[in-house]
C-alpha cells in the first residue's frame, strides 16, 4: 500500500504493517516474550504518548483527556495521570458502562484515582480553558459506527479549538480499512503502537490521523522474528526500484508510453497525464487524442509526441509502445469505446 501524504511522517515509521485482529492477540505474546504485563506494556503506551504531546505542545497548560471503555481508555489515564504529575491541570471525561474495564484498564483507572485524579461524566461540557485534548475513546476495535453518546462527544472535541492527539488510532476509524461510518475524530497528531495499522494509511486516515507517531514500546526485537503481510511504500524506496540512469543512455532506451485519451472538453486531462509521464521519467511519451487538441498539447509540452487518435495510429502505437495508459479524459462516446476495444 502506498503512504498517501500524511503529513510530516516521523521518520522512524516503520515500512511493516499488520493486520488490526491480528495485533490485538499478539500483543499478549509479545508482552509474554519480554515478561512483560498487559498492563505494563499500557504503560510504556501511556508514557509513549505522554511525551509526543509533551514534545509537540511544550506550552500546554490544561489537558482534557477523553476515556473510553477498553484498553484505549486505559492509555488515557496513563497519560492523565503522567500529566497530572508533570503540573498540567487535567480535566477526564469518561465514558459509562455496565460492562467491567479489561483488567489493565482497571489498573490504570485505579492508579489515577490513587494519584489524586478524578472523573467527570462523558455530558460534561468541554472546559474552553484547556488548550490540548487527548483522545483515548475508541480502539483498534471498533468495527462499526460510534454509538451516538460517543459520536456526541467526539463532535464536541472535533468543534473544540484545542488540537487533539489521539491514541493509536482517531476513535471511529476503523484500524483495519481506513473507513469512518460515523463520527470521527480530527487529530492534529496520532501516536501508534506496536505495529502500523492498515487504517492508518488508508480511506479516510489522510484527512484524520493528522502527523503520525510510532513507538515499538520495546517489542521491535519481537516484530522482527515476524513476518509482516503488508508493506508500506514511500519515497524513500525509489533507490531501489529506480535503477541510475547510464550517462550515455538514449531517451529511447528509458521506455515508450503511449497515452489515449482527451475526447472534447477534457484536452486537460490528457495533457496533465503526458506531462506527469515526462516528469516521472519516461523516455518517449506519444498521445493519441482528438485532433484538435494537437496545436493545445505541442504547444504547452514540446516534448510529448501528439497525433490523431485514428485506427492506424492506434495500431502503429501499440506496436511502438512498452506501455499503454487509456483513460485519461476518454470519456464515454463511441470514440473513446472503440479505442478501448481495442486496446483490450
Known sequence: MTDHGMNKNDASIPHSVWPADWLRTAEREAADSLGLTLYELMQRA?????????????HSQHWLVLCGHGNNGGDGYVVARLAQAAGIEVTLLALESDKPLPEEAQAAREA????GGEIHAPHTPLSETCDLIIDALLGTGLSQAPRENVATLIEQANKHPAPVVALDIPSGLLAQTGAAPGAVIHAAHTVTFIALKPGLLTGRARDVVGQLHYHALGLEAWLAGQQAPYARFDETQLSRWLRPRR?????????KLVIIGGDHGTAGAIRMTGEAALRAGAGLVRVLTRAENIAPLVTARPELMVHELTLDALDASLE?????????GLGQQEWGKSALAKVR
Open 46 to 58: 501511556g508514557d509513549a504518548a505522554f511525551q509526543m504531546a509533551r514534545a509537540a505542545y511544550p
Open 112 to 115: 489515577w484515582f490513587n494519584a
Open 247 to 255: 550517462p550515455g543512455s538514449h531517451k529511447g532506451d528509458n521506455g
Open 320 to 328: 511502438w509502445a512498452d506501455v499503454v495508459v487509456i483513460g485519461p
